[in-house]
């Protein structure tokens, strides 16, 4: 995972390089949570670019790091989402407090 963090706007990147299943979920996680305590971001961006694939464990992780934002005040969202990944947010109704922005 590569991160970018903007100190002017407060904007933390989270550039997800690897498929995120039950194997990988828990490194992304100790790893974002690190990112997000130590800079208190006021809007956390998931970057999919690198994800080709995703299952469930990759949900609940999203999620998790969605809470712990809010909490803090921040604001997330999801850029560059492939569409078998976008197809697996649809499904799991993420996208209703996640938002997918274009990255334009």
């Given at each position: 995972?590569?991160?970018?963090?903007?100190?002017?706007?407060?904007?933390?990147?989270?550039?997800?390089?690897?498929?995120?299943?039950h194997?990988?979920?828990?490194?992304?996680r100790?790893?974002?949570?690190y990112?997000?305590?130590?800079?208190?971001?006021?809007k956390?961006?998931?970057?999919?670019?690198?994800?080709?694939?995703?299952?469930?464990?990759?949900?609940?992780?999203v999620?998790?790091?969605?809470?712990?934002?809010?909490?803090?005040?921040?604001k997330?969202?999801?850029?560059?989402?492939?569409?078998?990944?976008r197809?697996?947010?649809?499904?799991s109704?993420?996208?209703k407090?996640i938002?997918?922005e274009?990255?334009?």
């Amino acid at each position: 995972m590569k991160v970018k963090y903007d100190t002017l706007d407060k904007l933390l990147v989270l550039e997800l390089t690897e498929e995120i299943d039950h194997h990988t979920t828990e490194k992304i996680r100790r790893r974002a949570d690190y990112e997000i305590q130590r800079h208190i971001p006021r809007k956390t961006i998931f970057d999919f670019s690198g994800v080709t694939f995703m299952d469930s464990a990759g949900i609940g992780m999203v999620i998790g790091r969605y809470k712990v934002i809010s909490m803090l005040g921040g604001k997330v969202a999801m850029i560059n989402v492939k569409p078998n990944v976008r197809k697996i947010f649809e499904m799991s109704g993420i996208l209703k407090i996640i938002p997918i922005e274009d990255c334009a």
